[in-house]
T-cell receptor, first 115, second 114 residues
């Protein structure tokens, strides 16, 4: 089984400031890692994923996350946030025991960007 | 290309009643998973359907059951509703092909049990 811990339930930040959303996971099997974003009254959208290869993965809208196996972390970063980045962010893992086909989510981090 | 659709958008039921939620997967997808997202929590995996059979199941009681149809659409049924079943129910579709590993989520059905 897997578990995901998102250490911050809410992260307030000013527009154009950098931000880091923290995610740690626990698993006894190999995992794939994901970040999803949820805007108000909407479903989840995949932001980025790590399956293999380079430990640094990037999204098309400027977010990046780095897989750190020794620290079992997959923190999400953005060097300069916009008002439109305000949303709930979920870190998730899928494990080899499920054929990597089901997701275990953290509780989410609400990113609040203010002017 | 239509994404994942779910119906209804909102639903209010009374304790003890039964409810059916519906999901149509993204075009070309063959696998449907259901998740429950309680207020302030991350989504929790309920079960997954592929080839009209339940392929995997999370830690949910038998009151939660499902079905997948030949056109890959799916239903989630919950019997004997409890107040604690109030949540956003998310459907996600994917391809069983292991090269993708991506799940596409619908907008969800908000269930309120009174």
């Amino acid at each position: 089984a897997q578990s995901v811990t998102q250490l911050d339930s809410q992260v307030p930040v000013f527009e154009e400031a950098p931000v880091e959303l923290r995610c740690n996971y626990s698993s006894s099997v190999s995992v794939y890692l994901f970040w999803y974003v949820q805007y108000p009254n909407q479903g989840l959208q995949l932001l980025l994923k790590y399956l293999s290869g380079s430990t640094l993965v990037e999204s098309i809208n400027g977010f990046e996350a780095e897989f750190n196996k020794s620290q079992t972390s997959f923190h999400l970063r953005k060097p300069s946030v916009h008002i439109s980045d305000t949303a709930e962010y979920f870190c998730a893992v899928s494990g080899m025991n499920s054929g990597y086909s089901t997701l275990t989510f953290g509780k989410g981090t609400m990113l609040l960007v203010s002017p | 290309d239509a994404g994942v659709t779910q119906s209804p958008t909102h639903l209010i039921k009374t304790r003890g009643q039964q409810v059916t939620l519906r999901c149509s997967p993204k075009s070309g997808h063959d696998t449907v998973s259901w998740y429950q997202q309680a207020l302030g929590q991350g989504p929790q995996f309920i079960f997954q359907y592929y080839e009209e059979e339940e392929r995997q199941r999370g830690n949910f009681p038998d009151r939660f059951s499902g079905h997948q149809f030949p056109n890959y659409s799916s239903e989630l049924n919950v019997n004997a509703l409890l107040l604690g079943d109030s949540a956003l129910y998310l459907c996600a579709s994917s391809l069983i092909d292991r090269r993708s590993y991506e799940q596409y989520f619908g907008p969800g059905t908000r269930l309120t049990v009174t």
